[in-house]
């Protein structure tokens, strides 16, 4: 007769302890780590505003980021491998880092700037080196992204009854001030569904993001969006034709497409323009009237100045033409970055003569790393069409396709994002899409 021993047993539940445990650790911290800081960019803008959260909590999404570096770091050690991507930050690091030396700027204004620059493609380095993925990822990103568009029209409409006047500030989840971020984010939405449409030939989610996106451009007095509409609307009808696939559809597409763009400014008009008195979304067709939009400067009432998207192209294109060598390599990382928290601005900002105003990602990154940096993004960009384009290609009946024409899509559209505004620092729209580009470069093959 034998006698259970019960030290055993505890031994084997602890052993199962560990295992779940490590395989937590594995398999999930990453996954929720990253949710965690994209539920923060998305909804705290909202509730900070309304005043239910305090403003500091923003950070907790960097911090998050910043504990997914330390993991990126932590693995590279450990497995004794490093990503290729990583020679080619510390490579940036190293040459921009040193510009900005000899502009003789503070070495903790220089570290603010490059983690500005590298902050969210780290997230696609480490989606790289992610081991776990829940099964058809890519199915639940595109129905959870409808979901979330879903949710923020609903909330810009009841912030609308409630009283808030259409324009900046009516933004859903995005918060004060938050058009901008939640344009690109329509425009992520957007981009799936193309991606449906091209990779399987359904039309569900177009039908929904098209009404839904204007809607939402709409009440946030987004201008731009019927423009930015036609040019993905252009891209894809050019992806299709070289996918030498469904040329019948194309005609419904067009058509489609053109309905929404109508319907779009009908609404905006009277909406918007009517309501307001203002200009209709038409006259922004007018030369003259698009050329006084986009050239403009002022300097609010907080002191900081606008720069309007014509403008700040213009401003760092004179920056950088102060000498050969700042053409070609600009004035260093951190040039036109700032922090309140830190007490830090670089020194770009600080010569200049409009103060502490960054203006849009494309006058950023000019000034900060000239034409070579710019061309080394280029070649970036083409490297990651070519990677996604190839497999898409060899396996046609891919599950993950939709996802790769997605960012296939918003890469080749990059100038327009970063002419657009800051999206460089639009947390939402640059976490999807370093993380989804990070998720694909690791299924070369599925």
Not at 8 to 22: E, V
Not at 298 to 308: A, I, L, V
Not at 386 to 412: D, G, Y
Request: net charge positive; glycine share 10%; proline share 4%.
């Amino acid at each position: 007769m034998s006698v259970a021993n019960p030290f055993q047993n505890q031994n084997q539940q602890s052993r199962l302890a560990n295992s779940i445990s490590d395989q937590f650790i594995t398999k999930y911290a990453f996954l929720l780590i990253l949710a965690a800081s994209f539920a923060v960019d998305f909804f705290t803008p909202y509730l900070i505003r309304q005043r239910i959260l305090p403003g500091q909590v923003r950070y907790l999404g960097d911090a998050a980021i910043l504990s997914l570096f330390v993991l990126l770091l932590f693995r590279s050690i450990v497995f004794n491998k490093i990503p290729v991507a990583l020679f080619l930050i510390i490579g940036i690091s190293s040459i921009w880092g040193l510009v900005a030396i000899f502009e003789g700027q503070p070495a903790l204004a220089t570290a603010w700037g490059w983690w500005r620059l590298f902050k969210f493609p780290i997230i696609a380095i480490i989606t790289l080196l992610q081991p776990f993925w829940p099964e058809n990822f890519s199915e639940r990103l595109r129905a959870g992204c409808l979901i979330l568009l879903q949710l923020t029209v609903l909330l810009q409409i009841f912030q609308y009854a409630t009283g808030e006047i259409p324009g900046d500030n009516l933004a859903g989840f995005f918060g004060r001030h938050g058009v901008a971020p939640l344009l690109l984010f329509i425009m992520f939405c957007l981009s799936l569904a193309l991606g449906r449409w091209l990779a399987e030939s359904k039309w569900d989610m177009l039908f929904w993001v098209f009404p839904l996106g204007a809607i939402a451009s709409g009440l946030g007095e987004m201008k731009l969006f019927p423009f930015v509409l036609v040019a993905m609307g252009v891209v894809t009808f050019v992806l299709q034709l070289l996918r030498g696939r469904h040329y019948q559809k194309l005609f419904f597409y067009v058509v489609f497409l053109t309905f929404v763009t109508i319907g779009f400014g009908m609404f905006y008009n009277a909406v918007v323009a009517d309501a307001r008195g203002t200009r209709r979304i038409e006259e922004y067709l007018n030369s003259e009237t698009l050329d006084s939009y986009l050239n403009r400067s002022y300097r609010r009432s907080n002191g900081e100045y606008y720069f309007g998207r014509g403008f700040a192209l213009r401003l760092g294109w004179d920056a950088i033409q102060r000498d050969d060598t700042t053409l070609l390599f600009g004035m260093g990382l951190g040039t036109r970055g700032e922090s309140v928290t830190l007490g830090v601005a670089g020194s770009g900002l600080t010569g200049s003569d409009y103060g502490l105003t960054a203006g849009t990602s494309l006058l950023v990154l000019m000034q900060e790393i000239g034409l070579v940096g710019l061309g080394t993004f280029a070649l970036v960009s083409g490297w990651i069409i070519i990677s996604l384009w190839v497999p898409m290609m060899k396996l046609p009946t891919s599950p993950h396709n939709t996802l790769r024409f997605a960012i296939i899509l918003l890469t080749i559209l990059w100038p327009l994002w970063l002419w657009y505004s800051q999206t460089w620092t639009f947390g939402v729209f640059m976490t999807l899409y370093w993380g989804s580009l990070g998720y694909l470069l690791r299924l070369p093959n599925e």
